[in-house]
């Protein structure tokens, strides 16, 4: 079977190499150390997303 490649994850700005993904869950844990958008992508780019990290209203007073 062919693994398409939108059956993997990759992301320089979380620090994830590209991975291969499984059929069912799959659970990547990352600690963001700046604010700001961090993009992702499958391998080849063509399938993207971003995630936006704020700053915790607790840590930063506001």
Same mark, same amino acid.
């Given at each position: 079977? +062919?693994?398409?490649? +939108?059956?993997?994850?990759?992301?320089?700005? =979380?620090?994830?190499?590209?991975? #291969?993904?499984?059929?069912? =869950?799959?659970?990547?844990?990352?600690?963001?150390?700046?604010?700001?958008?961090?993009?992702?992508?499958?391998?080849?780019?063509?399938?993207?997303?971003?995630?936006?990290? #704020?700053?915790?209203? +607790?840590?930063?007073?506001?």
């Amino acid at each position: 079977m +062919a693994v398409s490649c +939108a059956a993997s994850l990759y992301s320089p700005d =979380l620090g994830i190499e590209p991975m #291969v993904l499984e059929p069912g =869950l799959n659970i990547v844990t990352f600690t963001p150390e700046r604010t700001g958008v961090l993009r992702y992508s499958c391998g080849m780019g063509m399938y993207w997303g971003s995630i936006t990290v #704020v700053e915790d209203p +607790a840590v930063s007073g506001r």
